[in-house]
């Protein structure tokens, strides 16, 4: 359900008869669907401030990981922090992208090509796809839950095919952190920053 105050879809808990406000990466899931009406410029305005206020991505709205964490909480379990889920990446990165807005667009690269960088340094370094990342190292396993970490992956190979299809210019650095060292990418953004700033309360 689509909260403006927040900028984001929360879950509605059934049994306390209230919105879920933390930060869970469903939240952002109907910005890929399409499933809403709110005008592209408004929901990318939204969902950037919403990223941003959570401490997901930084203050001038670089990126903060290697990837998005599938929520801020740590349960020690799978679907919480540090891990960063290959289907929920595209759902972001995407969604992102589709709106057309520049500092969104300018975010979703960043985010795909940190991804990237740490999809690499796991094959670089042993041959391995991981089912799942630790957001805060760059090629790291994710952990958690029922089970051993999983290798292989398909949905991990197959984000990855699709955003190396859609930004061809990558080169893989995977000693790089988050967020880009290239100083052209660094002034788009802040151009981006600026203009965001004007148009949010911050």
Not at 40 to 46: C, F, L, P, T
Not at 76 to 89: C, R
Not at 94 to 116: C, E, F, M, S
Not at 129 to 152: I, L
Request: with cysteine; charged share 20%; hydrophobic share 35%.
């Amino acid at each position: 359900m689509w909260r403006a105050d927040k900028g984001c879809w929360c879950d509605w808990d059934l049994i306390n008869n209230k919105h879920r406000e933390s930060f869970y990466m469903s939240n952002i899931v109907p910005l890929w669907t399409g499933s809403h009406k709110i005008p592209n410029d408004s929901v990318a305005y939204s969902v950037l401030k919403y990223l941003r206020d959570q401490n997901v991505i930084n203050s001038n709205f670089s990126v903060n990981y290697n990837g998005m964490p599938a929520s801020m909480y740590k349960s020690s379990e799978q679907w919480d922090f540090p891990n960063g889920w290959p289907p929920l990446q595209a759902f972001l990165i995407q969604g992102l992208y589709n709106t057309q807005h520049k500092l969104a667009r300018q975010v979703a690269a960043d985010l795909a090509k940190a991804w990237i960088n740490s999809n690499h340094k796991s094959f670089s370094n042993g041959g391995i796809m991981y089912e799942k990342y630790n957001v805060t190292v760059v090629g790291g396993s994710g952990g958690g839950g029922e089970y051993a970490p999983q290798t292989g992956f398909g949905w991990t190979n197959g984000v990855a095919l699709e955003l190396l299809n859609q930004w061809d210019d990558f080169v893989a650095d995977s000693s790089s952190g988050p967020p880009p060292k290239n100083s052209s990418t660094r002034r788009r953004r802040e151009s981006y920053a600026k203009e965001l700033n004007k148009k949010i309360s911050l």
